[in-house]
């Protein structure tokens, strides 16, 4: 049996909690829409503001945990972008496993929903449950993960009202679902259902995932991106094995675009183009035995995620 744990603490400040580690002083926000043309390699130093955005949002994938004693956003909290954001509330399902937050910016007008990654061992039980389940009885034939579902699903309809109530009172903010491994999935599959039962503008809708699992099958990824393909950018770095579960080969599972793939710890990327399958120039020109963990927790040479929460283990 799932218990949500809800902890609604309206336009709070985030708590630095005990952490003590320094991280860059980064000031740009997700303020403005990447403009990059699919099937070009750009480099970190002429994309400097994209490489901020970025950062900021890995901050947000990686150190907004949720502690046995409160929220805390850990080291993040020494960046002036999270100064000027506030608390809306925060859950935890232990079973199945499922964490997250939503923050609210005032200054840069947006809804952060953001799902925490995979931190503990009875999440790679989910991550490894590679059976389909339909996705909704409305779109035939489109399947996902349904460990992904089920995790997704366990707290989905709690916070439904927090992200509804937020919109409503900014009907001018963008909605923003962020996620990293786990999160990447969760964040694909409620920004999905939120786009499709919602009256939300969709052009308000932002998705960004690092190091994101495949979620569907085919069906799935093309429903997903003719509703969010023009506002998703599926960030993946290197020899990252995440993105290439579960396999497409024997399970038919497909990733949706767009996919920024980082070629090295400068920033420099490529941005895929939008193929059939997978753009072989992206994290699939990496062969999966070539892969593994260490890319998967240190996208743009962050320190190893697990230095910031006990819980965290591979």
Known sequence: MSIIIMDDVMNTEFDKGTLDKSLPDL?????????VTPGKTYTGNVTKAYIDIMDNLAEVAYYFLHQGSGFSCGPACDIPFFKSVNLNTTWHSPNPVSDGFIAISPEHKEIYVAWAGTRRIRSIAVDAMAVFEDFAP?????????????????????????IRAAAEDNPDYKIVFIGHSLGGASAVLSALKFAKDNEYPKDMIRVWTFGQPRVGNRMFSEYYTEVLGNQTYRITYQGDIVPHVPPWQVLGYQHNPLEIHIINKDGDFYVCQNTAREDLDGAYRWPTIDTGVADHVDYFGKPDITLFDPLIEW
Do not use: Q
């Open 27 to 35: 000031t740009i926000g997700v303020r403005d829409d990447l403009d």
């Open 138 to 162: 409305d779109v035939p034939g489109a399947t996902v993960h349904a460990g992904f579902a089920e995790s997704t699903n366990a707290v989905y309809p709690h916070i439904l009202k927090n």
